[in-house]
Each structure stands twice: as structure tokens, then as C-alpha cells.
């Protein structure tokens, strides 16, 4: 049942319509004041960071999708290519599964065996600690991989919308504080689409998660992909009602700042260009992430993915230079990112 669900959100997710209907990211309400004379060279500009200790060549992730199907092995290994050859970050899908059942394990591993260098961040839904999942099946999860650092992702929404979903999220954060306790490598809080509240970073962080990736709405609506699954009218109205639900990516990044001020953010949810990026690193991010764009990419090829990502980091290098920003901590403290009135 989990393989065939899988199977569907990547099926549906490629050949569906699984945006938001009126809702955005935000980002739209804001613009960079263009500087005329930057006093820099454009070959100057410096996309290069660090984050959980591993160097990366642009400050871009290929946020987390999949795993544990053979067409999800097929995407991971092409993904992990293109993350190594570009040298940026990456998030694997749940690997739940993989640790029900090891013949499942391999669509995970070839991440790791093609991407040795790479930022890499192991996968698993929080609620599953309230279903039997263990500090130890974390454990093994990240050293499956080999992984940097833990996504712990959070999707009340998209269990409630599911016929099978796991909808016991009472008593979690508890479970996420003795996680974050007993993991070696930090553990990051991650939404899947409808970002975080001020109340909710404050609570994780002081659950002891080590980072938040907003992935807010404006992007992938999961309520939608859900809609496109439902085997009722019902399920399918009820999915329906939830299109435009979430705190879009831009808001959510204020708030998760208000609430956990010291905590690092991984800017995800409907970016969709170097701009988008650029604009979320100057909100205060530190990575930025996409999902639905890569695996569009993924599906065609390896080089597919490589444009997407250098496309991606020519817009950004492009905006620092109209800004005069030689580096990412330039563009963290700029004074020329304005919200539209
Ligand atoms: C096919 C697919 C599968 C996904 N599976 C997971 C998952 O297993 N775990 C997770 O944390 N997020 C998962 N996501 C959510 C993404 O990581 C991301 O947060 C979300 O899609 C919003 O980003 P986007 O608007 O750039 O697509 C998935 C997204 C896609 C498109």
C-alpha cells in the first residue's frame, strides 16, 4: 500500500495540476531596489556556503520526495547526479519504508553511493514516532545514508486528507525533543507545504531541533495531490476545501524568525527561480529548496536537473550583482529588499 501511494504522488505530481489556486508564496510582494553601479564584477559574485559543516557551491537544495519504488530509485539516482556534479544539497523522500523492509533500502542508498559528498538529509514523518518508529529507527536511517542531519517532516494536513493517514499527532513534540537528544546529527523540522507559525518554531526549537525548513504554501499543495487520489467524492470534496490552506512560504519565514530567532531556516514551498531564492536568503534564509521543479527535471534526465540548478543559480548570481551583494551574508543583511506598500 505505502509502494503504490508513492508510486501515485510522483505519477500525480507529474501529470496533474497540483498547484494552489489563489494563494502564493508571498515573495511576490517584494522587490529588490535595483542599483544602478554595483562596483563589483559580475564573475566577483560568490554563491558558496556552508551548512551543517559540508561546503556547498550554491545555497540550493532538492528538497525531499521519494524513495521505495523502483521509477523513485530511477529519480533518486538521477537527482543524486546532478546534486554531486553541482555540488548542492538534498533531502531524501520518507524512508519509512526502507526500514520495514530492507529490499526497499536500495532506492535510498544509490543516493549516497552516487552523491559521496553531498549534503544529505535523511527522511521520516514525525508522527510516525506516535506508530512504533524509535530514537533507534532514526538512528538507522541517517546511517543508512550516511545522511548530514535528520528531516523530521510534519503533515497533519495531508494524513487527515488520506484514507489510511496517521492522524495521532498528540504527545509528538515530546518524542521530537528525545529524538533531537539522542541523535548525533542535528534534526530539522520540516513542513511539507503549508509552512510554520511563530508558536510552532518557538515550541520546536525549544524541542531542540537544530534547523526549520519552512516549506510553506505557494508551491506543491498536498491537499491537492491528495484531491487527485481520493477514491470518494467525498475525500475528493473534502481535499478540495483545503487547495489555498497554509501560511505562504514569505509569511512563514517571518514568523518562524519571530518565533525561534537563532535558529537557522531552509527557505522551501513554490520557488521557483534564482529570484525566488535570492529574495527568501535576503528574508534570512539559509538554504533554499524545490521540489515539484526537480522532479519534473529528474523524470528527463540528468542534465535536465544540472540546467535547472544552474539556471536557478545564474538568476540568483544575476540579482546579486543588481544588488551589489558579493556574497550570501550580503544578501542576508541587505537594506535594498523592499515590500511592495
Ligand atoms: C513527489 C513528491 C514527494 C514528496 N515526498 C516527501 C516526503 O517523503 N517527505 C517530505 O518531507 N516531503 C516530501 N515532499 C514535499 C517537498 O519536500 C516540498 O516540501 C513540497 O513539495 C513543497 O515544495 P515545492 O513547492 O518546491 O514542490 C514531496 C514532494 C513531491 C513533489
Known amino acids: 500500500m505505502l509502494e503504490q501511494r508513492k508510486a501515485d504522488h510522483i505519477r500525480i505530481n507529474l501529470e496533474e495540476d497540483v498547484?494552489?489556486?489563489?494563494?502564493?508564496?508571498?515573495?511576490?510582494?517584494?522587490?529588490?531596489?535595483?542599483?544602478?553601479?554595483?562596483e563589483l564584477d559580475l564573475e566577483q559574485i560568490d554563491l558558496s556556503t556552508f551548512f551543517f559543516g559540508k561546503s556547498l557551491r550554491a545555497p540550493l537544495l532538492i528538497s525531499s520526495m521519494t524513495g521505495g519504488t523502483e521509477r523513485a530509485h530511477a529519480i533518486n539516482r538521477t537527482l543524486a547526479a546532478a546534486a554531486q556534479e553541482a555540488g548542492i544539497a538534498m533531502g531524501l523522500g520518507s524512508m519509512r519504508a526502507a526500514l520495514e523492509d530492507s529490499s526497499l533500502a536500495e532506492s535510498f542508498l544509490v543516493v549516497r553511493s552516487t552523491a559521496p559528498d553531498i549534503l544529505l538529509f535523511a527522511n521520516l514523518g514525525a508522527?510516525?514516532?506516535?506508530?512504533?518508529?524509535?530514537?533507534?529507527?532514526c538512528r538507522r536511517a541517517v546511517e543508512m545514508v550516511s545522511a548530514d542531519a535528520l528531516y523530521l517532516h510534519l503533515n497533519a494536513l495531508q494524513e487527515a486528507l488520506q484514507p489510511e493517514g496517521e492522524t495521532r499527532f498528540a504527545g509528538l513534540l515530546d518524542k521530537i525533543e528525545a529524538v533531537c537528544k539522542n541523535l548525533q546529527v542535528p534534526v530539522v523540522a520540516k513542513e511539507v507545504g503549508w509552512g510554520f507559525s511563530e508558536e510552532m518554531a518557538r515550541r520546536l526549537a525549544n524541542a531542540g531541533v537544530a534547523a526549520i525548513d519552512v516549506a510553506g504554501a505557494g508551491g506543491t499543495s498536498w491537499s491537492q495531490v491528495e484531491m487527485h487520489r481520493a477514491d470518494t467524492e467525498a475525500r475528493r470534496r473534502v481535499a478540495a476545501t483545503f487547495r489555498d490552506w497554509g501560511i505562504p512560504t514569505a509569511q512563514s519565514i517571518q514568523m518562524i524568525q519571530q518565533g525561534a530567532p537563532h535558529l537557522p531556516i531552509i527557505a522551501s514551498g513554490g520557488l521557483r527561480n534564482g529570484l525566488d531564492v535570492a529574495k527568501t536568503i535576503a528574508l534570512g534564509a539559509r538554504l533554499a529548496g524545490m521540489a515539484g521543479p526537480f522532479l519534473k527535471a529528474a523524470v528527463i534526465s540528468t542534465d535536465a536537473v544540472l540546467e535547472t540548478i544552474e539556471i536557478t543559480a545564474a538568476e540568483l548570481r544575476i540579482t546579486m550583482f543588481c544588488i551589489s551583494a558579493q556574497s550570501l551574508d550580503e544578501v542576508r543583511g541587505t537594506s535594498h529588499l523592499v515590500r511592495r506598500t
Open 19 to 38: 498547484g494552489f489556486d489563489r494563494l502564493t508564496n508571498g515573495l511576490e510582494r517584494y522587490y529588490f531596489v535595483h542599483q544602478a553601479l554595483p
Open 127 to 137: 508522527v510516525q514516532l506516535n506508530y512504533g518508529c524509535t530514537v533507534d529507527d
